[in-house]
């Protein structure tokens, strides 16, 4: 995953849903570094397929220094995000349309707009999110998705 305007490049791991159904985050005892890494849901759409909402998810750290905690504090809207393969080659480019902030509570009922496998096509990254000032509690009350569209 490239965002060129945040000099972000982060390797993007494939990954099933969890054991608890849940989507999946780059593991702590991985092959690649958890704060600079993204994970793809597998099972759901395939970036570059035309139709679906290509979902990832990162990291975001308490004490900062996740790719979440750059994103949460300078993504906007208007940021290209292009998947890239083995070489570097774009698979699929995504812009940012907007970006939302959704309590615990209210993805549950709103998951069908950053995870379908079908419909119109588009990217959502999700991460955790909370106001730096209760950060301290370890308790993440929010997620914060980049939702982004196809561009050619």
């Given at each position: 995953?490239?965002?060129?305007?945040?000099?972000?490049?982060v390797?993007?791991?494939?990954?099933?849903l969890?054991?608890?159904?849940?989507?999946?985050?780059?593991?702590?005892s991985?092959p690649?570094?958890?704060k600079w890494?993204?994970?793809?849901?597998?099972?759901?759409?395939?970036?570059g397929?035309?139709?679906?909402m290509?979902?990832?998810?990162?990291?975001?750290?308490?004490?900062?220094?996740?790719?979440?905690?750059?994103l949460?504090a300078?993504?906007?809207?208007?940021?290209?995000?292009?998947?890239?393969d083995?070489?570097?080659?774009?698979?699929?480019?995504?812009?940012?349309?907007?970006?939302?902030?959704w309590?615990?509570?209210?993805?549950?009922?709103?998951?069908?707009?950053?995870?379908?496998t079908?419909?119109?096509?588009?990217?959502?990254?999700?991460?955790?999110w909370?106001?730096?000032?209760?950060?301290?509690?370890?308790?993440?009350?929010?997620?914060r998705?980049?939702?982004?569209?196809?561009?050619?």
């Amino acid at each position: 995953m490239v965002i060129d305007r945040l000099r972000v490049s982060v390797p993007v791991l494939a990954m099933p849903l969890t054991a608890d159904g849940l989507f999946p985050v780059p593991p702590f005892s991985g092959p690649v570094d958890p704060k600079w890494s993204a994970a793809w849901w597998r099972d759901g759409a395939r970036p570059g397929s035309g139709k679906g909402m290509v979902h990832l998810d990162v990291h975001t750290y308490t004490a900062g220094g996740a790719i979440g905690n750059l994103l949460g504090a300078s993504a906007r809207a208007g940021d290209v995000i292009k998947l890239v393969d083995g070489r570097g080659r774009a698979t699929a480019c995504y812009q940012i349309v907007r970006i939302e902030t959704w309590t615990v509570a209210e993805v549950t009922a709103r998951l069908g707009q950053v995870s379908r496998t079908t419909g119109a096509a588009g990217l959502a990254v999700e991460f955790c999110w909370e106001s730096p000032r209760r950060w301290g509690d370890h308790q993440w009350r929010l997620r914060r998705y980049l939702i982004a569209t196809p561009i050619a």
